[in-house]
């Protein structure tokens, strides 16, 4: 699914790029690209940084065993 038509990235680029370690929107943009254009998916973008966070917070004491 795209989620930055401006940009054509998809949920999966933004969701690797935070597992590399992106931490904000900025941060996304600086990476992919994603946001950088009109604006318009910053709302997405936040609202999938905070879900993928979360997740890899309920991951990490799996990875840590
Ligand atoms: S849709 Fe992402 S910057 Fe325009």
Known sequence: MIVCLC???SH?????VVCDGAESV???GRRCGAGTGCGM???DLKAR???QQDRL???EPLLSK
């Open 7 to 9: 940009e054509a990235v």
């Open 12 to 16: 999966r680029t933004i969701d690797d």
């Open 26 to 28: 900025r941060e996304i």
């Open 41 to 43: 998916c910053k709302v």
């Open 49 to 51: 940084l905070r879900a």
């Open 57 to 59: 917070a309920q991951d």
